[in-house]
Every structure is written in structure tokens, then in C-alpha cells.
């Protein structure tokens, strides 16, 4: 059992930054790939990025490579999505999740067992 829950969210001006934290309970964290997903107001969901257990692989969308960084430590059972250069189109609410299958880009959220509560990144024109 896993249980996430995401923080760092907030309101930030466009080209701003904001570092979204999913902190994890369990002792065998290493063993799950976590993704970041997002979903705005009126959309379906989207995947955001992904990370492998051991932290060696990662994706991404298309529409935030070269600004967004995720990234994850494992002895803080933590994983990271650094958001930098936002967009007013990256305003969602961001939710981590984490899976025990293997990670595969894109993303399935079916294939995720576990889910955060989601947080709130509204980023102003």
C-alpha cells in the first residue's frame, strides 16, 4: 500500500517557478514509477511526466520538455516536478500517482494504483 500526498502548488505569475513535491509512505518507494498528471478546468486528464523507480528514466509531454524537471530521492520517498517558464496553460490541478508495472510513455492512468489528493498550480497572464 501506498498512499501520496502532493504539496507545492500555488499561484504564480507567468515565466514564474513553482516545485511540486509527492511525498510517499511505505518502505519499497524504489520499486514504483510515479507519474505527474494534470487536469484543467473543462479537460480531460493529461500526463505530465513520468519517473522510473530507480530515477534512470524519464518522459515527458511535449509541451513543457525543456521547462519542466521531474526528479525523485528516494530515501525521502519524495518525487519532485520542478515547473519553471510557466505557462497560463499549465494552470490544472496536479496529481502524482504511482504504479508497481513497469513505466511506459504515454502514460496509462488505468495503470496506477495509487493516487494523491492533487494540488492546485494556477499560474496568471
Known amino acids: 500500500q501506498v498512499q501520496l500526498v502532493e504539496s507545492g502548488g500555488g499561484l504564480v505569475q507567468a515565466g514564474g517557478s513553482l516545485r511540486l513535491s509527492c511525498a510517499a509512505s511505505?518502505?519499497?518507494?524504489?520499486?514504483?514509477?510515479v507519474g505527474w498528471f494534470r487536469q484543467a478546468p473543462g479537460k480531460e486528464r493529461e500526463s505530465v511526466a513520468a519517473?522510473?523507480?530507480?530515477?534512470?528514466?524519464?518522459s515527458y509531454v511535449d509541451s513543457v520538455k525543456g521547462r519542466f524537471t521531474i526528479s525523485r530521492d528516494n530515501a525521502k520517498n519524495t518525487v519532485y516536478l520542478q515547473m519553471n517558464s510557466l505557462k497560463h496553460e499549465d494552470t490544472a490541478v496536479y496529481y502524482c500517482?504511482?504504479?508497481?508495472?513497469?513505466?511506459?510513455?504515454?502514460?496509462?492512468?488505468?495503470?496506477?494504483?495509487?493516487w494523491g489528493q492533487g494540488t492546485q498550480v494556477t499560474v496568471s497572464s
Open positions: 500517482a504511482a504504479t508497481a508495472l513497469l513505466l511506459r510513455w504515454p502514460l496509462n492512468d488505468v495503470s496506477f494504483s495509487y
Open positions: 519517473i522510473s523507480g530507480s530515477g534512470r528514466s524519464t
Open positions: 511505505g518502505r519499497t518507494f524504489s520499486r514504483y514509477a
